[in-house]
Each structure stands twice: as C-alpha cells, then as structure tokens.
C-alpha cells in the first residue's frame, strides 16, 4: 500500500524559507519520478515540480522556478522541496505524488504572511 507523509509546512513571513519533505512508503521509491502539487481553497491542485528517479529531468511551474528547489534521498525513500523567498500567493497545502500511482498523502499546509 503507497504511503505518502508531507511535512515540513507552517506559518512564516514573506520572503523566509521552508523545506518541504515527504516520506515514501509500500513502492520502489528510487523507480518512480515524484511531483510535488499545491492546492489553495476552493481551487483545482496544480503542479509545482517533478523530478525524475535519479534527479536527472526536472521540472517546475513557471511562477517558482528560480525560488522553488526539489530534490530527492532515494536511499530515505524521500522527497524535498526547498522554497526560498516565500510569498504570501504561495500559501496553499502541498502534496507529494509518485508516478504511477493515484495516492496522495494528507499533505502538509504553507501560509505565508505579508
């Protein structure tokens, strides 16, 4: 059964930073590409980033390239996303997935403050 844990979110202000993780569980981390999604209230959970199993395509939304950093331990079945320089559009809860599979995990919320 996929497991996916996201941590890492809270409350900060304007221009801080925060790193992201989520824990993988009950599949083959290292063989799956892993995306990173974002979802405010009452809208449609969009994209933010993707990498590929050994990190070597990857992939952000346009508005967070430059700010947004993912990586991956596949050695901890872990995935990261290091957000620099937060603004407060960014406040949303943040799911990772794996590739090939439908699971989300409860996912972890960012607010930024002005």
């Known amino acids: 059964q996929v497991q996916l844990v996201e941590s890492g979110g809270g409350l900060v202000h304007s221009g801080e930073s925060l790193r992201l993780a989520c824990v993988a569980a009950?599949?083959?981390?290292?063989?799956?590409?892993m995306r990173w999604y974002r979802q405010a209230p009452g809208k449609e959970r969009t994209f933010v980033a993707r990498m590929s199993r050994y990190g070597e395509i990857i992939d952000y939304l346009d508005s967070v390239k430059g700010r947004f950093t993912i990586s991956r331990d596949n050695a901890k079945n872990t995935l990261y996303l290091q957000m620099n320089n937060l603004k407060p559009e960014v406040t949303c809860v943040y799911y990772c997935k794996a590739d090939g599979y439908p699971s989300w995990g409860q996912g972890t919320q960012v607010t930024v403050s002005s």
């Open positions: 009950g599949f083959t981390f290292s063989e799956h590409a």
